[in-house]
């Protein structure tokens, strides 16, 4: 016996009319039609409903009516598929908005190689306190998997002489595809003419260990 025959066995067992018993399970009479003349089937939730309301296991309900397994069946994985789809899209989502905003990377996974410096010791730009002198061509690795630093964010402080290298990167889940995640990085510096080459350094700013970058430097326009 199929799950429609057993639905008008069981209401007329109980006395119930299809208006009764769709009252009882709050839908329409006509939807109660439709259940025992198997034109439409209820859900799986309907089916739950049915069970307390005629005090009947789940199993009896079901059980030799294929069709409607099947049915039920397809309307999980249906219902499995949508709320992986959306916890997808939503992860895309929160991933795209998160990827458009840099911010400053953590020094300790960075990797800094290939520095070149150019110096232009008979600079006379406008200003002298403010002009660009120096010029620093580098390569920026990041070790973290989902983090990429940006080469036109770079920014390089001076203090006699002193540079410091500050980057910033993006986050996104799609960076775990990039095997380099390196960027080229160009950036200029004032530094004061009277500091010597011996005496410039290059150090990761906010780098607890205050490791020195090697670099290699050129003069011109001596």
């Known amino acids: 016996m199929n799950l429609s ?9 109980n006395n119930l009319t299809q208006e009764q018993l769709a009252e009882k399970l709050q839908v329409s009479r006509s939807t109660i039609s439709s259940w025992e003349t198997e034109r439409s089937y209820p859900d799986l939730e309907m089916v739950i409903e049915i069970c ?3 005090n009947v296991s789940l199993d009896f ?6 069709k409607m397994v099947r049915k039920l069946n397809f309307g999980i994985k249906q219902k499995r598929m949508l709320i992986v789809l959306v916890i997808i899209l939503s992860v895309l989502f929160v991933n795209t908005l998160v990827s458009a905003t840099p911010f400053e990377a953590n020094p300790n996974s960075l990797e800094i190689s290939n520095v070149n410096m150019i110096r232009d010791l008979s600079y006379n730009g406008e200003n002298p306190n ?3 002198n120096t010029t ?3 390569t920026v690795k990041s070790k973290n998997l989902f983090f990429k630093p940006i080469g036109d964010n770079t920014l390089v402080f001076n203090e006699k ?3 410091s290298l500050l980057t910033n990167w993006t986050f996104s889940i799609f960076n775990i595809f990039d095997m380099h995640r390196f960027v080229k990085a160009n950036q200029s510096v004032l530094i004061d003419e009277n500091v010597s080459n011996e ?6 700013y906010g780098e607890a260990s205050n490791n020195l970058i090697p670099f290699e430097i050129f003069n011109i326009n001596n």
């Open 52 to 54: 307390d309301c005629f």
């Open 136 to 138: 620093i061509n580098l």
């Open 61 to 66: 309900l079901l059980r030799e009516d294929e």
């Open 130 to 132: 403010r002009d660009w």
């Open 5 to 13: 025959k057993k639905i008008k066995k069981l209401r007329a067992e």
């Open 161 to 163: 002489g002193n540079l």
């Open 199 to 204: 005496d410039i350094t290059l150090k990761l």
